[in-house]
C-alpha cells in the first residue's frame, strides 16, 4: 500500500525482480562465451561470474523492486505526483535506526567494492575509481529511488542516511579486498572477466 497525502490505495498490479532476468542471463551467457572463446575460462571465473550476478539481482531486488503500477486514471492519480514523503536530509535519524536497519544498509554494497576489484581488477582494485564507483551507485540508487516514488512506482525515500551506511558499507568492502589480496597473494587475474 502506498501512502499519499494521508490516503491508502493499493496498486493495481505489482512488477517483481524477475524481470531483470530478461537482461542478466543474457548477459551472462554473452561473457561466459566471450571468454570459452578467448580461452580464459576456468572454475573460479566463471565462480566469480555467478556471484556478480547473483549480487546484482540481490541489489535490483531489495532496492527497486517490487515496482508498482497503478491503471490510467486510478484514484491515487487524483492527487497528482509527488505528494508522498519524498526524502529525509536529518543526519541525526541514524540514531533511531534499528541494528538490522544499519547492518542492511551497511552490508548493501559492500560485496560490490570487492567483486568490482577482483572480476575488473584493471578498472577497480586501486581505490580512487573503485570508491568513485561506489558513490556513484549508492547515489543512483537513491536518486532513482526518489523518482520511483515521485511517480508512485516505488514507496521508498532518498535517505541521506542510507547514503552514508552505503558509502561506508562500501569502503568497508574495500579494505577487506585489500586485506584478503594482501593474506591469500592471489594473482591480479585470478577472477578478472574482461
Same mark, same amino acid.
Do not use: C
Given at each position: ?88 536530509? #536529518? ?13 542492511? #544498509? ?23 575509481? #573503485? ?29 541521506? #542516511? ?33
Amino acid at each position: 500500500n502506498m501512502m499519499i497525502n494521508g490516503h491508502g490505495f493499493g496498486p493495481d498490479y505489482l512488477i517483481d525482480a524477475g524481470v531483470t532476468l530478461i537482461i542478466l542471463i543474457p548477459l551472462f551467457f554473452y561473457i561466459l562465451i566471450r571468454q570459452f572463446f578467448n580461452g580464459h575460462v576456468t572454475i573460479v571465473k566463471v565462480s566469480g561470474l555467478i556471484a556478480f550476478f547473483l549480487y546484482v539481482y540481490a541489489l535490483l531486488s531489495v532496492t527497486f523492486f517490487p515496482i508498482m503500477v497503478f491503471k490510467w486514471g486510478a484514484k491515487a492519480y487524483q492527487y497528482g505526483f509527488g505528494k508522498q514523503y519524498l526524502a529525509n536530509f #536529518n543526519v541525526l535519524e541514524l540514531f533511531q535506526y534499528a541494528p538490522s536497519q544499519i547492518i542492511g #544498509n551497511l552490508a548493501l554494497l559492500l560485496p560490490l567494492s570487492i567483486l568490482v576489484a577482483y572480476l575488473w581488477p584493471n578498472q577497480f582494485s586501486q581505490a580512487r575509481p #573503485n570508491i568513485i564507483l561506489g558513490g556513484l551507485t549508492t547515489l543512483g540508487i537513491e536518486t532513482l529511488q526518489l523518482l520511483m516514488s515521485f511517480f508512485y512506482l516505488g514507496n521508498r525515500t532518498f535517505d541521506v #542516511n542510507d547514503l552514508i551506511l552505503n558509502i561506508v558499507g562500501y569502503l568497508i568492502g574495500f579494505g577487506l579486498y585489500k586485506i584478503s589480496k594482501s593474506i591469500f597473494k592471489l594473482s591480479p587475474d585470478v577472477f578478472q572477466i574482461l
